[in-house]
Structures are given as structure tokens and as C-alpha cells.
């Protein structure tokens, strides 16, 4: 399906039209970004952690420590909420009430379950390498057995899935526009420095080119 069908939860309320359920839209941003926010209830009270992320056609992966309380919690099959966020710009109003963020964002509802084939977790933890930091995977050691024993794995079917984008200039109220003072946008963007070595490095290794020309520019957001 091309789109991802809007539920009583992914419904949105407040400016309406800048949702998008367009799964193109939706895994332009999910790979654009590697960041997300998850969160759940622990003991009746909300927690929400930053962790990263892989995707895998419709498969969104979390991973880390068999001991990670995140995954601990979320493995029981309880309700989560992921959220992604890139922030394209700040938007400056006349007025402080019209100040906005130029954004593309992601939430996404659901159950998560432990990936318990053995092939498709060293394929997610594969994932999240090539998401990170593209083509790292094949210059690395793989994960031992006692690494991946150490790893657990999660996979959320992406089907409750909303995404909202706001883009362009500020939008004051009429009267404001005729106001001496300076209103636009000031882009932002993540843009990586300079690659430093570290201090063990063995003598005469140079930076890979993904390395030296690594950048989070969009990928086409293929829903394969
Ligand atoms: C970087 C950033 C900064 C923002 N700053 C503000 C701010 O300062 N004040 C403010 O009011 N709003 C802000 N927003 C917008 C905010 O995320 C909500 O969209 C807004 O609070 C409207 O919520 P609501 O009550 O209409 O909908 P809710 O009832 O909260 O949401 C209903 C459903 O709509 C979908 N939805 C809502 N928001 C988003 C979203 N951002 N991305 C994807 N799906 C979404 C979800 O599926 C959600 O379950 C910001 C968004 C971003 C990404």
C-alpha cells in the first residue's frame, strides 16, 4: 500500500494538512533520520528515552542491552510510541505568537516483538551500521555469538503511522506584515565535521570516502 491508513490514534487534530500518511513520505524521513524517542509506561508512569534505530522495509528495528530497561519493558508486548524528528529550520514571525520550526516528523504506534530468528537479527543489527554510517558494515568485525546473545533485538510492523511536515516562511496575521522587523527562515541542518582519528589508530590508515564525505542527505525513502 502506498499510503498508511489513518486510525483514531494517527488522526491529527491541529493543522490537519500538513499530515502526510504517504509511506514514501513517512521512510524518506525514518532514513533521513537515525534518532527516535520511544515511549512507554513503566510502573503506571510515562518514560520517554532517545535511542537510535534501523528499518528494514516495514520493519522498524530497536536494539542495545539484554539489561536495557527500554527493550525490557517494550519485549512484554506492551503499547509504545516512537517519535522521529528532523528539523529543517527555524521560522521567524513579526509577531513572537507566529514563531514556528520547519520540520519533518514521524509517530508511530504499536506493539513491539523480540526478533527471535537468529539470520534476521544479524540482518537488523546489520541495518542499523549501514543506517548510522552506509557501507561501514563491510570494513568492521561482525558481532561474535556472545555479542549477539548480549543484544536484544525489536521489530515494530510499521502500520500505525502518521508523519507531518511544515515548510516555508512565516505566516503572520495581515496587519503584522507591514511591521520593520527582519521575519524568515534560518535553515538548519546536521552537517557532520571534520573526521577525527582516534589516538590508537595503527599508522597509515586514511579515512574511507563515506568517512571523509559522510553527510545525512535524503535518501529516495524507498519502501522496499
Ligand atoms: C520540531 C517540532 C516542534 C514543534 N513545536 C510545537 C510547539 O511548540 N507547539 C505546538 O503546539 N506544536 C508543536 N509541534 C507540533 C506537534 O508535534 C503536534 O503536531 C501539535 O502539538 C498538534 O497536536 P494535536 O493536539 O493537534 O494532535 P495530537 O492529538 O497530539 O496528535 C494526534 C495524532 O496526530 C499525529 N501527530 C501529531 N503531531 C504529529 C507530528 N508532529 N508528527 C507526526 N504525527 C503527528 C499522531 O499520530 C498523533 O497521535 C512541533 C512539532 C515538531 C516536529
Known sequence: METFAPTERTTLKRLAKRGNFDR???????DEAFICHVGFIVEGRPVVIPTAYGRVGDRFYLHGSAANRMLRTAETGVDICVTVTLVDGLVLARSAFHHS?????????GRALVVEDSRE????LRSFTQHVVPNRWSDVREPTDSELKAT?????????????????PPIDDEEDYAMPVWAGEIPLRLVAGVPIPDPRLAEGIDPPQY????????????PT
Do not use: Q, W
Open 121 to 124: 537479527k544479524f540482518e537488523a
Open 101 to 109: 520550526i520547519n520540520y519533518r516528523s514521524v509517530v508511530i504506534f
Open 211 to 222: 568517512v571523509s564525505d559522510y553527510s545525512r542527505t535524503v535518501p529516495d525513502g524507498d
Open 24 to 30: 514514501h513520505v513517512v521512510y524518506g524521513i525514518l
Open 152 to 168: 536484544i533485538v525489536l521489530y515494530l510492523e510499521l502500520m500505525e503511522v502518521s508523519a507531518k511536515v511544515r515548510t516555508g
